[in-house]
Nanobody
Framework: QVQLVESGGGLVQPGGSLRLSCAAS????????MTWYRQAPGKERELVAA????????NYADSVKGRFTSFRDNAKNMVYLQMDRLKPEDTAVYCC?????????WGQGTQVTVSS
């Protein structure tokens, strides 16, 4: 079955960096686009980044553009979200996601807290 497992979250000071990882299994990873979402307490889920199946194209929310970078390693079935110049408003649970054959799959999420 499809599994997505995120890691790499934690507490970081404003201006710092984190790299999130998402390990995928149970499907042909290099055939599918991957996305990163986040949800902060009391807020709606927000699409943060999307990356095409081969990794050649990415898109980002305006709120993270220029600070976040998504990339993938199809040989390892991994997708990453490099987050730089973090701000307190980036605090949220971050999840990776894919859609396959009309179904949506989510990881359990990893908490990112940006605070001094």
């Amino acid at each position: 079955q499809v599994q997505l497992v995120e890691s790499g979250g934690g507490l970081v000071q404003p201006g710092g960096s984190l790299r999130l990882s998402c390990a995928a299994s149970g499907f042909t990873f290099n055939n599918y686009a991957m996305t990163w979402y986040r949800q902060a307490p009391g807020k709606e889920r927000e699409l943060v980044a999307a990356i095409t199946s081969a990794g050649g194209n990415t898109n980002y929310a305006d709120s993270v553009k220029g600070r976040f970078t998504s990339f993938r390693d199809n040989a390892k079935n991994m997708v990453y979200l490099q987050m730089d110049r973090l701000k307190p408003e980036d605090t949220a649970v971050y999840c990776c996601h894919t859609a396959r054959m009309g179904r949506h799959y989510w990881g359990q999420g990893t908490q990112v807290t940006v605070s001094s």
